[in-house]
């Protein structure tokens, strides 16, 4: 039987791409990827944020769900089946929660600077972009928690090693004879 | 102090090249085979192996390229790094353990045999081979070339080197870079890693604190600066946008596990379970080295926009006129030695795996067997591989760049796309097949060339790169699902079993 994590990785894959030929397709905008600064050489400018966002924001924020969808499940592919117990599925369910948090408080900030123009700020950025900055870096710290402190109970286990010692053995002792 | 500024630079630069010319001898005595020479034997501890990998990931580029980034396109660039802590937890995931075992049980050099033997495929394996000849033509030659850009600027300083020409930087930093990878191999490599990797974290922090004090108001006023002048350089997407920004999440985060200099690190560890240790170890050293491309960036274009400085001639000068204008001499010193250690350890890595599919991968898939007295043509293929990719840079910068601009098209993305299905899902998934392996490499080679090479922009900034690996994905996923599952070999079936 076909795994069935690898159909919803492939099928989260699949809308993702429909989203990107979706976003090809919309409405451009001038400062969609930006434009040179008015005053200084060499520098960027966004623009109007709002401009570049109303064709696209949507599929935008829809393919980074699916992205964070994909990250959790990939990493749950790296888990061996058997290890995937019902207690591994929601430790991942929660990594995604957590991670979909992160991108919702990101974006809804970005959304809610656009439409009054005002920001506050967390550890010298502002809220939306620090939720960017230290809200991404540690969306991932589930994942290496769950590497690190369960090493030996879901990557790699003393069976498993009891197991890899004794195909090494094996082939050993196949390339002795 | 200050009056002695160049050549207190300069010092420090010549002390790392000399350490990095003493380890290449030390390395020397400790390399008996091929084996050693390209994966150390894989005998290396948890901590050497975590120094190896993060600064192999932050190359000169993050040194120089990322604060020019955040300078010219703001926030935008920061989704190259945010990801890292993703990247490597997927990287370890789904990589680490079973490039290990695989090493271990058919006594794999490169990555190219791990996927030949997952896939029992030559066509796979020379398919990987050649991507990563190109890929490393084009990295090698924009290291060097950064390498003797940066050596000519602090020489110049100097009265002694004045005039020194780009030529001569080019030979003086290939001459260091070919002896100690040449001597020592992937020894010497990983050693001068640990110290390039310690260089690069402690460079970080002090920038971090050199630039929380170049405002008044610290890094707060600067942001303020920047959301004044351009609210979005400084909001999540930055100058570039959102598809740009989201489509380096995709690449640098999934790509992570997909880069070759890296995943081969993988195959270096003494034991499996040391994995543990080295994936916290290896992404706290990141993000303590890439505290510099955030912070020199933030306060470079905020400096410019209030006029505490003049506009940059320049955005690559960020780094160079952030040093000489807010940091002691000291500092500037260690930060240009982690400079150095960046390229190099990047560059070395590269000539390591460059060489390897050079004489074992492609002699192997073309005539089923690699070449004999591989360590000796290892030695000669690693100087031959360096001066072309140092006579190929010092061609772009006089001649014509399209070449090299091609080839810089294999890098990051051209990995990412080719070898993260192949290699990551393929050694998680008893489904995939070679025929889907070979449409994904295939795909991720012609989309990436077609895209530079016709010069395609995206609408909204989407990368070339994010479209060859969607399809890439998509095409290593579904052939495999209506080919024929292959029939593994028993060792290959346990260990995917494990």
């Not at chain 2, 207190?8 to 008996?32: D, E, H, P, S």
Request: aromatic share 10%; net charge negative.
């Amino acid at each position: 039987m076909r795994s069935k994590l690898i159909v919803v990785i492939f099928t989260t894959v699949l809308i993702m791409a429909g989203l990107l030929i979706a976003i090809v397709l919309a409405d451009s905008v001038p400062n969609g990827a930006g434009l040179p600064h008015p005053e200084f050489n060499g520098m960027q400018a966004g623009g109007d944020g709002a401009a570049r966002l109303e064709h696209i924001g949507s599929l935008a924020f829809a393919f980074q769900c699916l992205l964070l969808l994909l990250i959790v499940c990939l990493a749950t592919l790296g888990v061996a089946e058997q290890r995937r117990s019902p207690e591994l599925w929601a430790y991942m369910g929660g990594t995604l929660l957590f991670s979909l948090f992160v991108w919702y408080k990101m974006y809804s900030g970005h959304q809610a600077f656009l439409e009054t123009g005002i920001t506050n700020y967390f550890m010298g950025f502002p809220v939306a972009t620090a939720w960017q900055v230290y809200g991404t870096w540690l969306g991932a710290i589930p994942l290496i928690i769950l590497y690190t402190v369960g090493f030996r109970k879901y990557i790699f286990t003393e069976e498993d090693e009891r197991k890899y010692e004794q195909l090494l053995a094996d082939i050993a002792e196949r390339s002795e004879q | 102090m200050e009056a002695y500024r160049q050549e207190i630079i300069v010092g420090a630069v010549v002390i790392y090249m000399i350490f990095c010319v003493i380890t290449g001898l030390w390395a020397m005595r400790r390399t008996k085979n091929s084996s050693d020479f390209f994966i150390a034997g894989r005998g290396l501890g948890p901590i050497v192996v975590s120094l190896a990998l993060f600064s192999s990931t932050l190359s000169g580029f993050g040194f120089v390229g990322g604060p020019g980034l955040v300078y010219s396109i703001g926030v935008s660039s920061f989704w190259m790094i945010v990801i890292s802590s993703t990247g490597y937890a997927l990287g370890f995931f789904l990589v680490a353990k079973r490039i290990r075992m695989i090493a271990d049980v058919r006594n794999c050099i490169s990555l190219p045999d791990v996927v030949a033997a997952r896939y029992n495929s030559e066509a796979v394996r020379f398919l990987i081979a050649v991507t990563i000849v190109l890929g490393v033509m084009g990295y090698l030659a924009t290291q060097i070339l950064a390498m003797a850009v940066v050596m000519q600027a602090i020489l110049s300083g100097t009265e002694m080197f004045a005039d020194i020409g780009l030529v001569t930087c080019v030979v003086i930093s290939s001459a260091v870079l070919i002896f100690y990878c040449v001597t020592g191999g992937i020894i010497a490599s990983v050693y001068t890693d640990v110290v390039q990797g310690a260089i690069m974290m402690i460079a970080g922090t002090l920038i971090l604190l050199t630039a929380m004090s170049v405002f008044d108001g610290g890094m707060q006023e600067a942001t303020s600066i920047i959301l004044a002048d351009d609210g979005e350089a400084i909001m999540p997407f930055g100058a570039a946008g959102i598809m740009a920004s989201l489509g380096w999440f995709f690449v640098f985060g999934l790509g992570l596990a997909g880069q070759p200099h890296l995943v081969t690190k993988m195959m270096m560890n003494k034991k499996i379970s040391d994995n543990r240790s080295i994936l916290p170890m290896s992404l706290f050293g990141y993000v303590m080295a890439a505290l510099l491309w955030v912070s020199i960036g933030v306060i470079m274009r905020a400096a410019v926009i209030d006029g505490v400085i003049s506009p940059l001639s320049l955005p690559d000068d960020a780094a160079s006129v952030f040093l000489s204008v807010f940091t002691n001499p000291l500092l500037a010193g260690i930060v240009f030695a982690g400079l150095f250690a960046a390229i190099m350890s990047t560059s070395d890595a590269f000539l390591n795996i460059g060489t390897a599919a050079i004489i074992h991968d492609i002699p192997k898939a073309i005539r089923g067997h690699s070449i004999k007295n591989e360590l000796f043509w290892a030695r000669v293929v690693t100087v031959i591989l360096a001066i072309v990719a140092a006579s190929f840079a010092l061609y772009s910068h006089f001649q014509d760049a399209t070449l090299v601009a091609i080839l810089g098209a294999f890098g990051w993305g051209t990995f990412a796309a080719s070898i993260f299905p192949v290699l990551a899902i393929g050694l998680n998934w008893k489904g995939a097949t070679a025929l889907g392996a070979i449409s994904a490499i295939v795909s991720a080679l012609l989309i990436n060339f077609i895209v530079q090479l016709a010069g395609i922009v995206l609408p909204y900034g989407i990368l070339g790169g994010l479209i060859a690996f969607v399809v890439s994905l998509i095409l290593f996923i579904g052939v495999s699902l209506v080919t024929k599952k292959p029939e593994l070999d028993a060792d290959m079936e346990a260990v995917l079993n494990i």
